[in-house]
């Protein structure tokens, strides 16, 4: 089988005609005397999409991005330029405008040669071309029938079918070069229902980094379609959500979200080394309750988050964040790392050839418990029970951070009693972990649709958590 | 400007081209668009450069429509190759694609025949090191102001021009140039053991028009420093002003709620309102896309329909929806020359300004950062987290954090009571503070 690093060399350089020598005179045009590190970044991208509404599928779209992304690293400052044509005199252009950083001359010599090779966490497949177009269509409209014979109510089914083909190759001043194939799919169904003149909304989906058999395998693609129909009828019979600080139990799987506003971001290695994150300094002190181990793991086979390589070369890890309720490390990648005296996490990641780099999550989940879930609903006498949630986002620098609830319960006296509406938690990422009473032994992942955006870049991830059972939540509802 | 005027013939050629070829494989109609930028953006920190990024964008979009089905492709790359094989892969899709009678192009007679000159395009060649030297400056201004500023994220200057052209099989084809420029500042105080951060920004198509670095710093300090010592409050019911920043957001939550995808969709909470009252009778709500140096300034919308100036709202009822061709088919109405979005909307501002509007409130909630995506424009409920000061004798009393405000979009729309005369005008959105009818906020 052909690597992926010669797979990548083959797109992404031979179409070029450039030779390692040519990268190697890059390279030494980009190096100077206080210049630190330089890499080059080559992609090639193709997306294609298909959309499904009204019962037919009336939009599909395909979408190529190619290009190389120049940087020059001088101390804490970066230089940066990227090109979208992948063509020897453009990168020369390219690497004189990034090492403009740096002043002064002097060159150094380089020689690119290949990476030691590493373990794989997903095939260098082409997802596109996973199923053929009749079958993608086939495959949209199963989910348009199942969502529809669930019940009558349901009016609207909107599905989406999306699938990504990326091939990098990362070429660095230390002469590694290292390729990776990343494919990726993921399937969305979103579903109205309406009932007597009210209207309500649910959504379910997944997806990893496989092909698009993945939807057929064990009828995902239908249960996304019963659980979004299931999610819009129960919200059809909510009611108001309280308002207030209460206990709060959040159901295992996607509500891992908590831990990446909560914690995940305030643990990048960025804003550690620059002392703007509410954990800066707290490497060794208790942040969570004992019992409480985060982990943030890019080698889970076929994860949407997983990462072979992350975008600066750098073998996925998995780092352990919070052991037992203590501190224990951030993610880096090489930057932070190299100023932080310590070593990149494989965290290092990009939107693509034209955004730099930055420590981000991949797959960020806690380690399960020994309660059984039903024992920790029981343990509530008047609290929230939220198991699916939409998005969040964190202040990192005051921790506050907030996630929605897109499908919540009451719990009475220890009962799961009736659904309300959806809601917006807030909470302080420090603390809010220390409150975490009972651990449940259900650690589920989440189905594979989550995309993390800081500074505009946008990346996948992934989340995961068992069922806890938080003292002390703000739950921001109007039943008050 | 010769080269931008060359550029962008070369770009209409392109278009041409695509559409030559779309035709050449048996499609009954098409339309593409291109759209090439450059820029520069440079962030400063603790008074030294950190990052110098030079941008270069293009991107070309193609649709193609066989009778009623449609496909479409686009591309990064320019190459012939790389653009017939885009044009290739749409009519590919559109092999696949279900016939939807209300799929094609917008009709005819809409084409904007005259493309005005909207004064978009002021590019600015800013050196790189003077460039840095603003963000210094700005930071500098930010930091000095006060001890307690003990950390910077910095101060970024980004300038960006570039050029937009669409054209499709009906003979339409038309392309302008535009510029935009901004400048921020974010630091970071300390007060005790807890850290808060603030920032502030400037932006404009003109670089004339940007605030002055210091005055950015100054705001971006000011604005730090003013909530140091925040806390939180006990869960209650109060009336909110949602200061003019975030008062844009509820405006953002009308555009979703009365755009035909979600109307046709029956997925708004303000399905059936044309002709209805949506706001008290003070509000008007008008969209102006032809704005000289607007923000969002644009003569034709991504069908090439020429844009005009409209009233959304009108002694607080509903005017019109915002429907680009195909939502306007799927309602039996016609297009508003909104297909891509709203372009300027303005609300009209009242006699107070910020201090007055406190004043009227008297105790409640002042609200000037909201957190989290929690609005639900199927049935208009809404919470959300929030941050800000709270209010007593129309005076400011502490900040607040780490609360959330929840109501419903459509009591919180007929029951605003005043919106004020402080102008937000750096957005596609402009609008002064609103003060609002009580909402619950949750906290301790």
Same mark, same amino acid.
């Given at each position: 089988?052909?690597?992926?690093?010669?797979?990548?060399?083959?797109?992404?350089?031979?179409?070029?005609?450039?030779?390692?020598?040519?990268?190697?005179?890059?390279?030494?045009?980009?190096?100077?005397?206080?210049?630190?590190?330089?890499?080059?970044?080559?992609?090639?991208?193709?997306?294609? *999409?298909?959309?499904?509404?009204? *019962?037919?599928?009336?939009?599909?779209?395909?979408? =190529?991005?190619?290009?190389?992304?120049?940087?020059?690293?001088?101390?804490?400052?970066?230089?940066?330029?990227?090109?979208?044509?992948?063509?020897?005199?453009?990168?020369?252009?390219?690497?004189?405008?990034?090492?403009?950083?740096?002043?002064?001359?002097?060159?150094?010599?380089?020689?690119?040669?290949?990476?030691?090779?590493?373990?794989?966490?997903?095939?260098?497949?082409?997802?596109?071309?996973?199923?053929?177009?009749?079958?993608?269509?086939?495959?949209?409209?199963?989910?348009?029938?199942?969502?529809?014979?669930?019940?009558?109510?349901?009016?609207?089914?909107?599905?989406?079918? &999306?699938?990504?083909?990326?091939? =990098?190759?990362?070429?660095?001043?230390?002469?590694?070069?290292?390729?990776?194939?990343?494919?990726?799919?993921?399937?969305?169904?979103?579903?109205?229902?309406?009932?007597?003149?009210?209207?309500?909304?649910?959504?379910?989906?997944?997806?990893?980094?496989?092909?698009?058999?993945?939807?057929?395998?064990?009828?995902?693609?239908?249960?996304?379609?019963?659980?979004?129909?299931?999610?819009?009828?129960?919200?059809?019979?909510?009611?108001?959500?309280?308002?207030?600080?209460?206990?709060?139990?959040?159901?295992?799987?996607?509500?891992?979200?908590?831990?990446?506003?909560?914690?995940?971001?305030?643990?990048?290695?960025?804003?550690?080394?620059?002392?703007?994150?509410?954990?800066?300094?707290?490497?060794?002190?208790?942040?969570?309750?004992?019992?409480?181990?985060?982990?943030?793991?890019?080698?889970?086979? $076929?994860?949407?988050?997983?990462?072979?390589?992350?975008?600066?070369?750098?073998?996925?890890?998995?780092?352990?964040?919070?052991?037992?309720? =203590?501190?224990?490390?951030?993610?880096?990648?090489?930057?932070?790392?190299?100023?932080?005296?310590?070593?990149?996490?494989?965290?290092?990641?990009?939107?693509?050839?034209?955004?730099?780099?930055?420590?981000?999550?991949?797959?960020?989940?806690?380690?399960?418990?020994?309660?059984?879930?039903?024992? =920790?609903?029981?343990?509530?006498?008047?609290?929230?029970?939220?198991? $699916?949630?939409?998005?969040?986002?964190?202040?990192?620098?005051?921790?506050?951070?907030?996630?929605?609830?897109?499908?919540?319960?009451?719990?009475?006296?220890?009962?799961?009693?009736?659904?309300?509406?959806?809601?917006?938690?807030?909470?302080?990422?420090?603390?809010?972990?220390?409150?975490?009473?009972?651990?449940?032994?259900?650690?589920?992942?989440?189905?594979?649709?989550?995309?993390?955006?800081?500074?505009?870049?946008?990346?996948? &991830?992934?989340?995961?958590?068992?069922?806890?059972?938080?003292?002390?939540?703000?739950?921001?509802?109007? $039943?008050? | 400007?010769?080269?931008?005027?060359?550029?962008?013939? @070369?770009?209409?050629?392109?278009?041409?081209?695509?559409?030559?070829?779309?035709?050449?494989?048996?499609?009954?109609?098409?339309?593409?668009?291109?759209?090439?930028?450059?820029?520069?953006?440079?962030?400063?920190?603790?008074?030294?450069?950190?990052?110098?990024?030079?941008?270069?964008?293009?991107?070309?979009?193609?649709?193609?429509?066989?009778?009623?089905?449609?496909?479409?492709?686009?591309?990064?790359?320019?190459?012939?190759?790389?653009?017939?094989?885009?044009?290739?892969?749409?009519?590919?899709?559109?092999?696949?694609?279900?016939?939807?009678?209300?799929?094609?192009?917008?009709?005819?007679?809409?084409?904007?025949?005259?493309?005005?000159?909207?004064?978009?395009?002021?590019?600015?060649?800013?050196?790189?090191?003077?460039?840095?030297?603003?963000?210094?400056?700005?930071?500098?201004?930010?930091?000095?102001?006060?001890?307690?500023?003990?950390?910077?994220?910095?101060?970024?200057?980004?300038?960006?021009?570039?050029?937009?052209?669409?054209?499709?099989?009906?003979?339409?084809?038309?392309?302008?140039?535009?510029?935009?420029?901004?400048?921020?500042?974010?630091?970071?105080?300390?007060?005790?053991?807890?850290?808060?951060?603030? @920032?502030?920004?400037?932006?404009?198509?003109?670089?004339?028009?940007?605030?002055?670095?210091?005055?950015?710093?100054?705001?971006?300090?000011?604005?730090?420093?003013?909530?140091?010592?925040?806390?939180?409050?006990?869960?209650?019911?109060?009336?909110?002003?949602?200061?003019?920043?975030?008062?844009?957001?509820?405006?953002?939550?009308?555009?979703?709620?009365?755009?035909?995808?979600?109307? @046709?969709?029956?997925?708004?909470?303000?399905?059936?309102?044309?002709?209805?009252?949506?706001?008290?009778?003070?509000?008007?709500?008008?969209?102006?896309?032809?704005?000289?140096?607007?923000?969002?300034?644009?003569?034709?919308?991504?069908?090439?329909?020429?844009?005009?100036?409209?009233?959304?709202?009108?002694?607080?009822?509903?005017?019109?929806?915002?429907?680009?061709?195909?939502?306007?088919?799927?309602?039996?109405?016609?297009?508003?020359?909104?297909?891509?979005?709203?372009?300027?909307?303005?609300?009209?501002?009242?006699?107070?300004?910020?201090?007055?509007?406190?004043?009227?409130?008297?105790?409640?909630?002042?609200?000037?950062?909201?957190?989290?995506?929690?609005?639900?424009?199927?049935?208009?409920?809404?919470?959300?987290?929030?941050?800000?000061?709270?209010?007593?004798?129309?005076?400011?009393?502490?900040?607040?954090?780490?609360?959330?405000?929840?109501?419903?979009?459509?009591?919180?729309?007929?029951?605003?009571?005043?919106?004020?005369?402080?102008?937000?005008?750096?957005?596609?959105?402009?609008?002064?503070?609103?003060?609002?009818?009580?909402?619950?906020?949750?906290?301790?």
């Amino acid at each position: 089988m052909t690597s992926p690093c010669e797979i990548a060399r083959a797109t992404l350089l031979t179409p070029a005609n450039l030779q390692e020598s040519d990268l190697n005179r890059v390279m030494d045009h980009l190096l100077s005397t206080q210049v630190d590190a330089a890499d080059l970044y080559f992609q090639s991208s193709r997306l294609e *999409s298909w959309v499904l509404e009204d *019962s037919i599928v009336k939009e599909g779209s395909y979408n =190529i991005e190619q290009g190389v992304g120049v940087r020059a690293i001088s101390g804490e400052k970066t230089g940066f330029a990227y090109s979208d044509e992948i063509e020897l005199n453009r990168l020369l252009e390219a690497g004189r405008t990034a090492r403009a950083i740096a002043v002064g001359g002097g060159n150094s010599r380089i020689k690119v040669s290949g990476g030691a090779s590493v373990p794989a966490y997903y095939p260098s497949m082409n997802p596109l071309q996973s199923l053929n177009e009749v079958e993608k269509i086939e495959l949209l409209r199963s989910i348009d029938a199942e969502a529809r014979s669930q019940d009558p109510r349901v009016t609207q089914v909107i599905a989406s079918l &999306v699938a990504v083909h990326d091939i =990098i190759l990362v070429v660095g001043s230390d002469g590694s070069m290292h390729g990776d194939v990343r494919p990726l799919v993921r399937c969305n169904v979103h579903v109205i229902v309406e009932q007597n003149g009210k209207r309500e909304q649910g959504s379910s989906g997944g997806g990893g980094r496989s092909g698009l058999q993945f939807f057929l395998d064990h009828q995902r693609a239908l249960a996304y379609a019963r659980t979004a129909t299931r999610q819009a009828l129960v919200n059809l019979e909510a009611r108001d959500a309280p308002a207030g600080t209460m206990p709060v139990v959040l159901g295992p799987g996607w509500p891992g979200v908590l831990l990446h506003e909560a914690i995940g971001h305030g643990l990048e290695g960025d804003f550690n080394r620059k002392g703007t994150s509410a954990f800066s300094g707290r490497l060794g002190e208790r942040v969570a309750a004992k019992g409480c181990t985060v982990v943030d793991d890019g080698t889970l086979p $076929n994860r949407r988050g997983s990462l072979t390589l992350d975008d600066e070369g750098v073998p996925g890890q998995r780092t352990v964040l919070i052991e037992n309720g =203590i501190l224990k490390g951030y993610m880096q990648d090489r930057l932070n790392a190299r100023l932080m005296g310590t070593q990149s996490t494989g965290n290092g990641r990009r939107e693509s050839y034209a955004h730099l780099p930055m420590p981000r999550m991949t797959n960020t989940y806690m380690l399960p418990g020994d309660h059984e879930p039903e024992a =920790i609903i029981a343990s509530v006498a008047k609290g929230l029970y939220a198991v $699916n949630f939409g998005g969040g986002q964190v202040d990192i620098t005051s921790g506050k951070f907030v996630f929605s609830a897109s499908e919540a319960y009451l719990i009475e006296n220890g009962k799961v009693t009736h659904p309300v509406k959806g809601a917006t938690l807030i909470g302080n990422g420090p603390d809010v972990l220390t409150k975490v009473s009972m651990v449940g032994n259900d650690l589920q992942l989440d189905e594979g649709v989550g995309t993390c955006g800081k500074e505009g870049q946008s990346v996948p &991830v992934g989340v995961g958590q068992p069922t806890l059972r938080v003292d002390e939540l703000t739950v921001g509802g109007t $039943n008050y | 400007m010769n080269d931008t005027i060359e550029r962008q013939e @070369y770009l209409q050629q392109l278009v041409h081209d695509l559409l030559g070829e779309a035709k050449k494989l048996g499609a009954s109609a098409a339309e593409a668009g291109v759209s090439s930028d450059s820029g520069l953006s440079v962030t400063a920190r603790l008074g030294e450069v950190e990052t110098i990024e030079h941008t270069r964008d293009q991107g070309i979009g193609i649709t193609v429509y066989f009778g009623h089905r449609k496909g479409t492709a686009s591309t990064s790359d320019f190459s012939p190759e790389a653009l017939r094989d885009t044009v290739r892969a749409a009519c590919n899709i559109a092999k696949f694609t279900t016939d939807d009678p209300c799929s094609g192009l917008a009709d005819p007679e809409l084409m904007a025949t005259e493309i005005p000159d909207l004064d978009l395009f002021h590019p600015w060649d800013i050196e790189v090191d003077e460039a840095v030297a603003l963000c210094v400056e700005c930071e500098h201004s930010a930091r000095e102001l006060d001890p307690r500023i003990t950390n910077s994220e910095g101060a970024s200057l980004n300038t960006q021009r570039g050029l937009q052209v669409y054209g499709n099989s009906h003979g339409f084809i038309g392309g302008y140039p535009s510029s935009h420029h901004s400048l921020s500042c974010a630091v970071v105080g300390q007060q005790g053991g807890s850290m808060q951060r603030d @920032y502030w920004y400037t932006s404009a198509r003109t670089p004339g028009e940007l605030e002055a670095p210091a005055a950015v710093g100054r705001r971006a300090g000011e604005r730090t420093l003013a909530r140091l010592g925040a806390r939180r409050i006990g869960t209650r019911v109060a009336p909110v002003i949602f200061q003019a920043e975030v008062a844009v957001s509820l405006l953002r939550s009308l555009v979703g709620a009365i755009s035909g995808s979600a109307l @046709y969709r029956h997925s708004s909470f303000l399905l059936d309102q044309l002709g209805q009252p949506v706001f008290p009778e003070f509000v008007r709500i008008q969209e102006n896309p032809r704005l000289p140096r607007g923000q969002a300034s644009a003569p034709f919308d991504n069908e090439g329909v020429a844009t005009y100036a409209k009233d959304l709202v009108t002694g607080g009822i509903l005017q019109s929806y915002l429907l680009g061709s195909y939502s306007a088919r799927k309602l039996g109405m016609q297009t508003t020359a909104n297909a891509g979005g709203v372009r300027n909307l303005i609300i009209e501002s009242g006699n107070l300004d910020l201090s007055g509007l406190l004043d009227a409130m008297g105790e409640g909630l002042l609200v000037t950062e909201m957190m989290g995506s929690g609005t639900n424009l199927v049935t208009g409920d809404y919470s959300r987290g929030a941050a800000g000061f709270w209010i007593k004798g129309g005076e400011i009393q502490h900040p607040v954090e780490e609360i959330t405000i929840a109501g419903n979009l459509k009591a919180m729309f007929t029951g605003l009571q005043s919106v004020g005369r402080d102008e937000e005008r750096r957005g596609s959105i402009r609008t002064g503070s609103w003060l609002m009818a009580p909402m619950t906020i949750a906290g301790e």
